[in-house]
């Protein structure tokens, strides 16, 4: 008898679950559908990389970048808003233009860093110099006032501008290790010579500066044909620009035999004073379980050097577009979703600290947030992020994922919590399952990461469908979970170098007022 009740049960279930089984199955392939249907990832990268283009915090062109967010969410009948969470140091970019002058001609490649002081409206010319090898902080003090009227070079000369995996290819062993050798001697020779100088990178731009310096040089080379990382000054009243390896070393090089170098300097920037700052927050109002929520995140803003369309158009693109066929396909989701996109990652995670201390209510009933930030390479690698029992909800999740989207994708559990390389760290920090999809490479660290290269031409369209697919159906099955996600964490090991037991990455302030110090 109790045999039977039990077949009748499952007789009277088994439906009920084929049938969920079957409506996952439809949405998944109406998804991927929408996906491979809809050609808009390349309009908007245009819009977003080549029309507005870089987005720096506080600067006119990342207010654009929050304004056509909304609009674009607008045209999907997705509510959209800019939520003020602070203030930033206002800074324009203008026209750069670097030429040596003596002892010929040549437009240089080369910009002006992020923050540094314009030349106002003229040109600098000026000769140049190198920061010498001096015995110890006395003797550079003594030696400070030679830059006055001066440019100074405050980088290294790198012994060869090709990157190690050409030299792998195509160099004798012999010459390779030849090479490294000479490079790591130069490098820590260098290191030694402005470590005498007594002074931090900041302070030693300050010194300079005050002492009467016509403005100062650098080289940030990335390690890839052609780039560099390019960051911010430190300068407040003298330009500061970063000029690309070739170049650099062809002005050093001058120097070094004596020829005396002149450059002319014109750096068109302005400040326009403390300016608001924002978060794009985009929503889908859940209906069963509206007061739970399943998020998505990117941060929105760049370093200028470039477009920042790897760091991280890529990843905007991607959480918009999982937005967007979300909306069409499934338009009522059990939970809240919403997509954040943050201001100011690149000074410390601001943008998405400042969302997790306003946002208790939000915070405290999350079921997971999916966070992409590292390129434009398919998603290949989903952590546990920490938290205890992720493997029971992610590996649910992914089973409904088709296999030709998640080819090559490693799941790591229960992982790690992160510590604060992108947005999802915030998160993580409070709590809150906070997933990074991380991407191939595609020499990302090399190439595209805080570098003058990181432009439209790098993304590729095909990886970010891919993951936009993937997120869409991890977004989904998520919302449609009857079970909330288990917040415990693991115990973390002890640390090997403190020998203490190691702890939970500790929430952290955002700086509300930035730029300023």
């Not at 077949?7 to 079957?22: D, N, S, T």
């Not at 009243?237 to 001058?254: F, H, K, M, N, W």
């Not at 966070?371 to 920490?386: F, L």
Request: aromatic share 10%.
């Amino acid at each position: 008898m109790r045999k039977i009740k039990i077949l009748l049960v499952i007789a009277f279930l088994l439906p009920a679950y084929l049938l969920v089984a079957q409506n996952d199955s439809l949405i998944i392939d109406a998804i991927v559908k929408e996906a491979n249907n809809e050609q808009g990832l390349p309009k908007m990268a245009h819009e977003l990389m080549d029309v507005i283009g870089p987005r720096l915090v506080g600067s006119p062109k990342m207010q654009q970048a929050h304004d056509w967010a909304v609009s674009k969410y607008g045209s999907w009948d997705i509510t959209a808003r800019n939520e003020k969470w602070g203030d930033w140091r206002g800074w324009e970019r203008g026209i750069t233009h670097i030429d040596m002058l003596h002892p010929w001609v040549k437009s240089l490649e080369g910009t002006q860093l992020a923050w540094s002081p314009g030349t106002k409206g003229k040109s600098i010319e000026a000769e140049m110099i190198i920061i010498p090898d001096l015995k110890d902080s006395i003797a550079f003090q003594d030696w400070l006032p030679n830059v006055k009227g001066k440019f100074v070079l405050i980088s290294m000369m790198q012994p060869t501008g090709r990157p190690d995996y050409n030299w792998e290819e195509f160099g004798t062993k012999e010459s390779f290790e030849k090479m490294k050798k000479e490079r790591t001697a130069l490098t820590d020779a260098w290191r030694k010579r402005i470590s005498k100088t007594g002074l931090t990178a900041k302070k030693l731009a300050l010194a300079l500066e005050k002492a009467g310096a016509a403005g100062i040089v650098a080289s940030n080379w990335s390690a890839g044909f052609g780039v560099n990382k390019i960051f911010s000054a430190h300068t407040t009243s003298i330009p500061t620009v970063d000029i690309a390896l070739e170049d650099y070393g062809l002005l050093y090089r001058l120097i070094e035999s004596g020829k005396k170098p002149r450059i002319s300097v014109r750096a068109d920037s302005r400040e326009t004073g403390m300016v608001p700052t924002y978060n794009t927050v985009a929503e889908i109002k859940g209906t069963s379980k509206s007061g739970e929520y399943v998020m998505l995140s990117a941060h929105f803003d760049s370093w200028d050097g470039a477009t920042g369309a790897t760091d991280n158009g890529t990843g905007t693109l991607v959480m918009m577009e999982a937005m967007r066929i979300l909306k069409k396909i499934y338009p009522n989701p059990k939970r809240t979703i919403i997509a954040g996109h943050w201001g100011s990652e690149e000074q410390g995670l601001n943008g998405s600290r400042a969302f997790v201390e306003d946002h208790p209510e939000i915070i405290n009933n999350i079921q997971a947030l999916f966070n992409q930030d590292n390129g434009t390479g398919r998603v290949v690698t989903i952590g546990g992020a920490g938290f205890l029992h992720s493997y029971d909800y992610i590996s649910r999740w992914l089973t409904k994922v088709p296999t030709d989207f998640k080819k090559g994708l490693e799941t790591k559990f229960p992982g790690s919590p992160a510590g604060g390389g992108s947005d999802n760290a915030s998160f993580v920090a409070a709590g809150v399952p906070a997933f990074s999809l991380s991407s191939n490479s595609w020499l990302y660290g090399s190439y595209t990461w805080h570098t003058n290269r990181d432009t439209y031409d790098k993304i590729v369209f095909d990886d970010l469908r891919n993951n936009a697919i993937l997120t869409a159906i991890l977004v989904y099955m998520a919302c449609e979970d009857p079970e909330k996600a288990a917040r415990d964490k693991i115990v973390l090991p002890v640390n090997s170098r403190t020998g203490e037991p190691g702890k939970w990455p500790e929430q952290r302030k955002a700086t509300r007022k930035g730029g300023v110090d």
